[in-house]
């Protein structure tokens, strides 16, 4: 009987943990159900972002320098929460993401025209979301 209490707590506790993991394993950063407001901020911040990463790199800024406004970017247009653009904010982080590869390996030119290609596609999302 002691061992059939022990196995069942032991299931309980189990079950309790599994159910428990997802909401400590969320995602930091990404807002819930955004109202209109904050989308189109988050939106500017993103382009803000974009643009600083691009202005860094023609300026012949660090390499740690741009790596980190690389980073920001991406981080910052993470927290564009609408459906309506998703799939383009997806392929301008893309191009972000392979900008970033492309200015570790030290092909800075090539890095530039993706970054070119990802603040126009910042600026497409933003007129896609107010156009919508």
Same mark, same amino acid.
């Given at each position: !009987?002691?061992?059939?209490k +022990?196995?069942?707590m032991?299931?309980?506790v /189990?079950?309790? !943990?599994?159910?428990?993991?997802?909401s400590?394993m969320?995602k930091?950063g990404?807002?819930?159900n955004? /109202?209109q /407001? #904050?989308v189109a901020? /988050?939106?500017i =911040?993103?382009?803000d972002?974009?643009e600083a990463?691009l202005a860094? !790199?023609?300026?012949?800024? =660090?390499? =740690?320098? @741009? !790596?980190a406004?690389?980073?920001?970017?991406?981080?910052?247009?993470?927290?564009?929460?609408?459906s309506? @653009? %998703?799939? =383009?904010?997806d392929?301008a %982080?893309g191009?972000?993401? +392979?900008?970033?590869?492309a200015? +570790?390996k030290?092909?800075h030119?090539?890095? #530039? #025209?993706?970054? #070119?290609q990802a603040?126009k596609?910042f600026?497409k999302?933003?007129?896609?979301?107010?156009?919508?």
């Amino acid at each position: !009987m002691g061992l059939l209490k +022990k196995l069942v707590m032991a299931f309980f506790v /189990s079950f309790a !943990m599994l159910a428990v993991a997802p909401s400590a394993m969320a995602k930091i950063g990404k807002v819930e159900n955004q /109202s209109q /407001s #904050e989308v189109a901020q /988050s939106l500017i =911040d993103t382009i803000d972002a974009a643009e600083a990463a691009l202005a860094a !790199m023609k300026n012949g800024a =660090d390499k =740690d320098t @741009v !790596m980190a406004l690389l980073k920001k970017t991406k981080q910052t247009a993470k927290t564009i929460e609408s459906s309506v @653009v %998703l799939a =383009d904010r997806d392929r301008a %982080l893309g191009k972000v993401s +392979k900008a970033r590869g492309a200015y +570790k390996k030290g092909q800075h030119e090539k890095a #530039e #025209e993706l970054m #070119e290609q990802a603040v126009k596609g910042f600026k497409k999302v933003k007129d896609k979301y107010h156009n919508f």
